[in-house]
């Protein structure tokens, strides 16, 4: 029987469904029309494991991913589509949830149970630099009145310190999280985890409601796909939603 990746943070709230796909899933690319470097059987993995969870595929809105820090705030009016240019979504309504696929890059889940408000981000490096978790954040407290001190997040696997190693030009993109930065033996890599807890925590998420998964895809290779452990010649990625049932 597969198993719903889980978040204890979120364990007081039943009707909030917060989890990641996994290999067991198959692949979850969402492939964009006319796209041919993807696997063929991706439209019914994802149907599968939304139907698993008792999703209806017809509710779920998917960020296109650009690896940016743009945030959308997602409603009934985009019922199934995917919004192009954006990283991440936020939403309010009640039978409607929002998705991303990741395959190394963090997913960050969000969710104020005060006012029912949840979010997702997809977190790659870039994404980070680009400043998606404050602007996701400025969006949820700006148009669904959320407070930080209240919100709930979950920072899901992604590559650990251990595998991502960067060049010095990606280095310098974080020169402000010193402590992110590892060099060792004439290499340099760069703690995503770090950076994004930081982050969190320098919008108002309050540190006992921060969860981290200390799992590394890269490290996991029976678990998730990786897209620098694999390299694989079409995309390969988990798919991770958020949504209130």
């Known amino acids: 029987m597969m198993e ?3 978040f204890p943070v979120f364990d007081r709230y039943p009707e909030l469904v917060a989890t990641i796909s ?4 198959g692949n979850c690319y969402f492939a964009p029309t006319g796209d041919a470097k993807t696997d063929v059987a991706t439209p019914a993995n994802r149907a599968s494991f939304l139907a698993r969870l008792g999703i209806p595929g017809d509710r779920v809105v998917s960020a296109g991913l650009v690896h940016g820090g743009k945030a959308h705030h997602a409603t009934t009016a985009d019922d199934g589509m995917v919004i192009s240019g954006t990283d991440a979504l936020f939403a309010q309504s009640r039978d409607f949830f929002v998705s991303i696929t990741v395959a190394d890059c963090l ?4 969710f104020d149970p005060e006012i029912k408000t949840f979010g997702l981000m997809h977190a790659g490096w870039r994404g980070l630099v680009a400043g998606v978790i404050p602007n996701t954040m400025r969006g949820m407290i700006e148009k669904c009145g959320i407070r930080a001190e209240t919100l ?4 899901g696997p992604g590559i650990g310190v251990c595998h991502f190693e ?3 030009d990606v280095a310098q993109q974080f020169a402000q999280f010193p402590d992110a930065i590892l060099r060792r033996e004439g290499k340099i890599f760069v703690d995503l985890k770090a950076v994004a807890r930081t982050q969190l925590l320098a919008a108002g998420v309050k540190n006992d409601h921060l969860e981290m998964s200390t799992e590394c895809t890269y490290d996991s290779k029976e678990r ?3 897209w620098r452990r694999d390299k694989p010649p ?3 990625t988990m798919m991770a939603v958020i949504g209130l049932q």
């Open 4 to 6: 719903n990746i889980h």
């Open 22 to 25: 996994t290999k067991a899933d």
């Open 107 to 110: 997913p960050i889940f969000l």
């Open 152 to 155: 709930l997040a979950a920072v």
């Open 166 to 168: 960067v060049k010095d």
């Open 224 to 226: 998730y796909f990786s």
């Open 234 to 236: 079409f995309k390969e």
